[in-house]
T-cell receptor
Framework: QKEVEQNSGPLSVPEGAIASLNCTYS??????FFWYRQYSGKSPELIMF????GDKEDGRFTAQLNKASQYVSLLIRDSQPSDSATYLC????????????FGQGTTLQVKP | DTAVSQTPKYLVTQMGNDKSIKCEQN?????MYWYKQDSKKFLKIMFS???????INETVPNRFSPKSPDKAHLNLHINSLELGDSAVYFC????????????FGEGSWLTVV
């Protein structure tokens, strides 16, 4: 079992729709969770982080965490073509090294 | 100002050669990392240094040797390059700890021919 799993996609949504990206993780001791966006040929950039169960909203983005189910998701409201990218879920399993374990990423395509 | 900068951005080299990638961060972070992203886009940690001390050393061939002359710099030297080493290598930095964001450099595209 992979430590962090994502559906590689592609996930295709029409412009203006809600895109839902999902991630599961295997280590119950994981304490912090991050979503990165990576455009083709570019480096990953942080979108959001979440530490506590529940929802966290930032503009059009909402991260959702359910530690009991070992599940974290990212919702993108009013999706735009510029949101088309690969979204990487990353998990810190509690170590103070700051080491992140990444999923394989989900490719999102937003069609005009 | 680029927060995490690495050079070279592109590198094409022949099998068996030795090459280095340099990285510098101006964020004042204590921790630096090398991540490797393969052709399937899977991003995996290789090494991490905290204040010049090696704290993470994943299962990486001995041909890869990181060096941190100070906490703002982390270089990666690769000996006897193999075809399978072709990948994008990302340098990154953070304040460390389990809640601190990792910031990535622009990546170094290594192609071994």
């Amino acid at each position: 079992q992979k430590e962090v799993e994502q559906n590689s996609g592609p996930l295709s949504v029409p412009e203006g729709a809600i895109a839902s990206l999902n991630c599961t993780y295997s280590d119950r001791g994981s304490q912090s969770f991050f979503w990165y966006r990576q455009y083709s040929g570019k480096s990953p950039e942080l979108i959001m982080f979440i530490y506590s169960n529940g929802d966290k909203e930032d503009g059009r983005f909402t991260a959702q965490l359910n530690k009991a189910s070992q599940y974290v998701s990212l919702l993108i409201r009013d999706s735009q073509p510029s949101d088309s990218a690969t979204y990487l879920c990353a998990v810190n399993n509690g170590g103070n090294t700051g080491k992140l374990i990444f999923g394989q990423g989900t490719t999102l395509q937003v069609k005009p | 100002d680029t927060a995490v900068s690495q050079t070279p951005k592109y590198l094409v080299t022949q099998m068996g050669n030795d090459k280095s990638i340099k990285c510098e961060q101006n964020l004042g972070h204590d921790t630096m990392y090398w991540y490797k992203q393969d052709s399937k886009k899977f991003l995996k940690i290789m090494f991490s240094y905290n204040n010049k001390e090696l704290i993470i050393n994943e299962t990486v061939p001995n041909r890869f040797s990181p060096k941190s002359p100070d906490k703002a710099h982390l270089n990666l030297h690769i000996n006897s390059l193999e075809l399978g080493d072709s990948a994008v290598y990302f340098c990154a930095s953070s304040q460390g700890g389990n809640r601190n964001t990792i910031y990535f450099g622009e990546g170094s595209w290594l192609t071994v021919v």
